[in-house]
């Protein structure tokens, strides 16, 4: 029972990726067609987000690239450090603290890099930049996303 479970899985895993080189031909094709920025912008998005949904992640990071040159904005440098996380943290813990930096009010950013810092046992460095988040928005002091850092908060 557990083979056959086991190859469906594998079988529905390599069609899922089957379908994601399948886009990524057609989102290429689509690309020689762009004739305008925005266009171009939204295909090396969705070329960003396919390289990364098949851990290709020198072909992600270029494509963000591409699109950041066209439109920089907080979603990009969002995807950039999501992508980038497990492979080039330092590069991926910069983009969190740009976050933090242009949007100081979202304390997603600061539990994610505090979570980079906890990982790295780097207890210090979480606790300064999850006190100094509550610091500057002392509204979340009793919110939920912050109640698992509690030693780390005293």
Known sequence: MKITLFRASLRRAKAEKAKCKNGI???EKALSLADTDDM?????????????YISHTEMAVDYLSKAMEIQNNEELHLLKAEILKNTD????????AYLIKISPDNPDYTTK?????????DYLKARKILKDF??????YKKDARFSPYGILLF
């Not at 890099?113 to 046992?121: G, V």
């Not at 509550?134 to 509204?139: A, W």
């Open 25 to 27: 031909r057609n989102l």
């Open 40 to 52: 171009r912008y939204i295909i090396y998005y969705n070329l960003a987000v396919s390289y990364s």
């Open 89 to 96: 943290k330092e590069t991926a813990k910069k983009e969190y």
């Open 113 to 121: 890099l505090a979570n980079m810092y906890i990982k790295e046992y």
């Open 134 to 139: 509550l610091k500057r928005n002392p509204q």
